[in-house]
């Protein structure tokens, strides 16, 4: 049986946009990268000309309060991945060089659908060398004030399973369950934004954070309404949104996950958490190359009809 091939991009592409936190405007270009080269930030534009590359994992995770950030302040770091890489994950993107010239990648509306469409508009192209996956092989999990976030065996691809419980009726107990594909990804994930409540705003202003923060990229809520005048896009946008988050964090294992994801009150914290804990145990994982009808996650063949597709890319 055939393995699945790996997946880059078919050429450059490109965004502007703010960083949600330092408010300061950033360019990033999305570039095709070598095969089991992973995910890749060229930070650019550091005192004295630096440049400084850092690999998409979760042992370059630096911080996780308000967003994941990788690398780190004295000699190099990018923030807010997590939307970007929940792109890349859902559309099955297994190998790109992103440069950046700034510290954070831009928030653009909040979700990640302005990054697929960066994609759609260059298309992708299969590699010459097989997929590999990460095999979850025995329950891994770990807790913390009453949330917690597992990874448990589940050979069929990646199914995230995420829990919600916040003390406002605006948001109260949601679930959002699925078994990732592009399709799926485009569908019900992709345009999630994400939220953040009034009460907090100036005391993260008085902290030098959502200096970029406005409702053109956030689902903002008061104390009985949501503010923005467009609304919700989805009645649960909120537990999407932390759905597309908990997927762009855990592209941070470097290959997509053959995992069943269970999270109540995660976050980006927990979300990494978990990886480490997998990591940290030998015998609860195992690098595999998975045939094509076994890893539904990223089939080449579900990715998108509309995209053209390049000669292999070596």
């Known amino acids: 049986m055939a393995f699945q091939k790996q997946v880059t991009l078919r050429d450059r592409t490109e965004l502007t946009g703010i960083g949600v936190h330092s408010g300061a405007p950033v360019r990033i270009s999305l570039n095709p990268a070598d095969a089991n080269t992973g995910v890749t930030f060229l930070r650019t534009g550091l005192d004295g000309g630096r440049e400084r590359l850092i690999e998409a994992r979760h042992t370059a995770v630096s911080a996780t309060e308000l967003c994941t950030i990788i690398g780190d302040t004295q000699s190099g770091s990018v923030a807010t991945i997590e939307h970007l890489m929940s792109a890349l994950s859902g559309l099955g993107v297994d190998n790109v060089h992103v440069e950046i010239d700034g510290p954070e990648v831009p928030i653009m509306d909040g979700s990640a659908a302005p990054f697929v469409e960066a994609i759609d508009r260059v298309g992708l192209a299969r590699q010459a060398a097989g997929r590999r996956y990460i095999k979850v092989l025995k329950p891994v999990r770990v807790e913390h004030n009453g949330a917690f976030a597992e990874l448990r065996p589940f050979a069929r691809g990646f199914r995230l399973d995420i829990e919600i419980d916040f003390p406002t009726p605006l948001i109260g107990r949601q679930k959002r369950s699925l078994d990732l594909d592009p399709t799926v990804f485009r569908r019900d994930i992709a345009r999630a934004r994400t939220f953040g409540f009034m009460k907090d705003v100036e005391k993260l202003w008085k902290a030098g954070l959502a200096l970029g923060a406005s409702l053109d990229n956030t689902v903002a809520l008061g104390d009985d309404r949501v503010i923005n005048p467009e609304g919700l896009r989805f009645a649960d946008e909120f537990v999407r949104h932390k759905t597309l988050d908990a997927i762009g964090d855990l592209a941070l294992a470097g290959v997509p996950l053959l995992a069943h994801y269970r999270s109540y009150r995660g976050g980006h914290r ?39 597709y390049a000669a292999d890319h070596h």
């Open 270 to 308: 927990m979300n990494v958490a978990v990886l480490q804990a997998l990591f940290a145990d030998a015998s609860a994982f195992a690098v595999v190359e998975a045939p094509r009808r076994e890893a539904a996650h990223a089939d080449v063949a579900a990715l998108a009809p509309a995209l053209a």
